[in-house]
Every structure is written in C-alpha cells, then in structure tokens.
C-alpha cells in the first residue's frame, strides 16, 4: 500500500513536463494503472493476513527479502505499461527496477534524454527509498499492525554491528531517515545553484544519497562541469559514511568522525585509492587532459566506485590496466557499515585486516595475549565469525555467478568467453555498484544481457543489497521447518 501511493508521486511531474498533452502521456497513465494495481493487492493482503505473537527472526528475514522483491516487482509496472527505450520484456523491466531498489545503478534503458521526466524521476525515487532501506522506513508503520521491528532492523540495517541511536527502533529509523532528508535536500539546493535545472537537480541530488547511480543523463556526471563534479564527489563521500556519525555531527560532535577506526580507514582507502590512479594516469602519455583535471577524475571516480554510488565523469576502460584495477578492487570494498554504500563493506575489511594481523603476530609469539580492536574496544568472536562468514559467502556468490554469466553471455568477438564482462557485471551487480568493464562500461547499458543474465544479476543484486546472509538463509532447508 506504501508503493502504491509513492507510485504517484511521478504523476505531478507529467503535469510540469507535459508531453505535449499531460492526459495523452502514456508515463503518466501508467504510473496511474500501476498504483491502482499495486494499492489493490496491498489491501487484499492487509485484509487477508492476520498477525499473531511475537514476530520470529525467521519471519522477518522472509518478510525483508520476500519484500524487496514485490517492491522490485510491482516498481516495474510503470516500464512495463510505458513506452520505455530498451524495455522489451519483463526481464528488462524487472532488472531496472531491481537496480532501482537495491542502488545498483545498473540500467537497460538507452537515450535517456528521450524519455519521460515521469520515468526518470521514478528511477531516481526507487533508489532514494531503496537506500536507507524500504523496511526501516515501514519500522515506522509495524506498531501500527501490531508488530515489534527489531528483527527486521538487523535483517535490514548494513555492517556487523548495529548502531542504536534511541532505545526504541521506530525513533531510530526516523532519526535516520531525518538526516537522511537533511542531506539531500542541501544537496539538491547546492546543485540547482549551479546551474542544474531543478528537475535534474532533485534527480541527482535522490541518486547521490542512496549511492544508486541513475542519472538523467546518457553521458551521466560527465555531461556537467567541474562545479557539478565536485559537488556529487563531496555529497557521494559524504553517503558513504555512517549516518550515525552525521547524526553526531549535527548534534555538534564532530569528533566522532575522526575517532571511528572505520571512518579514518575509509578516507585512507579513498585517497590512496586517488593518488595512484592520477599517478598512473599522469604518467600514461596517450591520455590527453591537464593533470589537474586527471586528478579530478581520479577522484571522483574512486569515490564513485568505492562508495558503489556508480556515477561517471570519465570513460575509465580507456585507463591503464594498473588504473582499472584498483577501481575494480574499489568495488569489493563499498562504503561504510550504517551507510547507503553497499559491497562488502570497509569495517569488515577492516577487521578482516586486523584480524590477519593478529594471527601473524601469533605466530611469532604464541603465548602472546591479545584481543581485537574496534574504536578502542574489543569484538567479540561472534562478530569476527560472522565476518569471516560473510567473506566467504560472498566470494563465494561472486565466483558462481560470474561462472553463470560467462555461459550466459554472448562470445567476445574472437569467440571466447567474455570473461571481463562477465566477471565485473557480477561485482557491479552483488556490490550494488552498476557500470563494470568490458561491455558493461561506464559508457554502455546492460541492454544486450540476455534476459536470463538479467535475473541471474538482478538476484545478485538483491543478494548483495541485503548483506548476503537476509537472502541465502532462505535456502536452507532448517529455515522452513516448524
């Protein structure tokens, strides 16, 4: 019923950008039909459904992942009854809705100048809602059914640790969801001051929070100037943080930020990360531009990528392989815990460090006593497990399904296994990143996956949004037995 009603949101935009008749805008009519279809179904199952007792972990993990996919799905209706470049079957439409939701970026539809302000808005509101997280939002509404939320907090909020900011979780996720508003709309302000029109303003400002990547743009970032550049690298850099620092923050501690080990982690990755793609892009002397503006571009696309936002200001398949590297191992790295970031997360990453480096020095004195640390204070075993577990699974997705991929794509021009496209379509998609390399580059679409590719990357993405373990509990036999 909440889909249904944010379903109309993009019909005042086909008022202000009729076409050339508002009430003949097959976007509009669409959007119209699809919420009546949607707000439907929504009250069968209100009316249908009867809620008893407490609700279980095993029932909110069903509930987290069984609802991001009828959000997924019935968020596609208005591709489907639209007239949408690159929509041809129900696999396209239910894979860019998929990206939508899940903040992946990755897209089907091609000349998206073409397109209806209705359609692009929509894309952009999927990936604002999908950011923070759809079921966070609905904590909002549980108490309402009768139903405590916390389960569905810890099966839906990112990291290994969950961030308490008030004891009850419905004030929790308002808190969020506040700063979360506060950001985007100075974003939003800052870009139409620049120049944007306050449509595509609004557009970028939804997809630069959620870290989703959808522009109004075929050419993305790239088609704005330097301004715009640094303004979306700013605000990107600022989505992949933990929110909870920004709520302390703007409470006035801003000391939280430099005392999070994760934060400072995060920012030593990223300029790193900066310094040596302008090096080796300096250095390359058949790529044209002042090395001031390589710098710019190092920048912003290492904070892009590794913050899984997916924007692009530069055609990176023409950098160095040294260059495409490291943005490639941006994308398993992905933003803070308690961020709109998605991938593995930099706090995993970094106990996975610290947890390498104590068993080295293990070795080398066995009888030592010492205990890892986060922000000065200890993890606990679980936490590590679960880290560690996590690792796993997910290099363990990654591997399958781009072995899935590599049958399920067309053969490269000398007739072998694209394996380049293959293998970062998948991490684009489990990371919630969007472009990849090959033929799924910053300046191309998923058009010419086939359909079957599409659903192996839209679960991927789904798989990946909801940190590995919501998704891949389900398989499990144990899960459906009483």
């Known amino acids: 019923m909440f889909l249904g009603g944010m379903l109309l949101t993009p019909v005042p935009v086909s008022f202000c950008y009729p076409q050339p008749d508002a009430w003949h805008d097959g976007a509009l009519w669409a959007f119209l039909i699809a919420s009546l279809i949607t707000l439907m179904v929504g009250l069968l199952i209100f009316r249908r459904v009867q809620f008893q007792g407490d609700m279980t972990y095993r029932e909110g993990f069903a509930i987290v992942t069984f609802g991001w996919i009828a959000f997924a799905a019935f968020g596609s209706l208005p591709y489907l009854l639209a007239d949408v470049n690159g929509i041809v079957h129900p696999a396209d439409a239910f894979f860019e809705s998929m990206s ?185 002397s058949g790529l044209p531009g002042h090395v001031l503006i390589k710098l710019r571009d190092a920048a912003f696309q290492s904070i892009s990528l590794m913050t899984t936002t997916g924007f692009a200001t530069a055609d990176y398949e023409r950098w160095p392989a040294m260059a495409q590297y490291i943005l490639v191992g941006l994308m398993f790295v992905g933003g803070c815990a308690g961020s709109t970031g998605g991938s593995m997360k930099v706090v995993r990453l970094l106990l996975l460090s610290k947890h390498a480096f104590l068993q080295l020095s293990l070795l080398i004195h066995p009888r030592e006593v010492r205990s890892l640390k986060l922000d000065h204070k200890p993890v606990s075993r679980e936490v590590i497990q679960s880290v560690l577990g996590f690792f796993a699974l997910f290099v363990t997705v990654f591997l399958v399904a781009s072995v899935v991929m590599a049958g399920i794509l067309p053969a490269a021009a000398d007739g072998s296994a694209d394996l380049v496209t293959a293998g970062t379509a998948v991490v684009a998609a489990l990371g919630n990143v969007g472009p990849g390399l090959g033929s799924v580059g910053p300046t191309d679409t998923y058009t010419h996956v086939p359909a079957l590719g599409k659903i192996v990357l839209a679960l991927c993405m789904l798989v990946g949004r909801l940190e590995v373990f919501t998704v891949l509990v389900l398989f499990f036999p144990s899960f459906w037995r009483k």
């Open 100 to 284: 939508g939701f899940s903040t992946t970026g990755a897209t089907v539809i091609t000349n998206l100048e073409s397109q209806a302000p209705s359609i692009l808005f929509w894309r952009a509101l999927t990936q604002w809602l999908g950011g923070m997280g759809i079921i966070v939002l609905s904590l909002a509404i549980l108490p309402f059914l009768g139903v405590g939320g916390m389960q569905l907090f810890e099966a839906e909020a990112p990291g290994p640790q969950k961030d308490r900011l008030s004891p009850r979780i419905q004030d929790t996720a308002k808190v969020l969801w506040s700063v979360y508003v506060l950001i985007t709309v100075a974003e939003a302000c800052l870009l139409w001051f620049g120049g944007m029109s306050l449509f595509e303003s609004l557009c970028h400002a939804l997809t630069t929070m959620a870290t989703g990547g959808f522009s109004t743009r075929d050419a993305s970032i790239a088609a704005y100037g330097s301004y715009t550049h640094v303004v979306i690298s700013a605000f990107m850099l600022v989505a992949g943080v933990n929110f909870s620092l920004h709520y302390f923050a703007l409470r006035g501690d801003f000391r939280r930020y430099w005392q999070s080990d994760e934060f400072r982690f995060y920012i030593g990755v990223i300029a790193s990360a900066t310094a040596l793609v302008t090096l080796v892009t300096a250095l390359d």
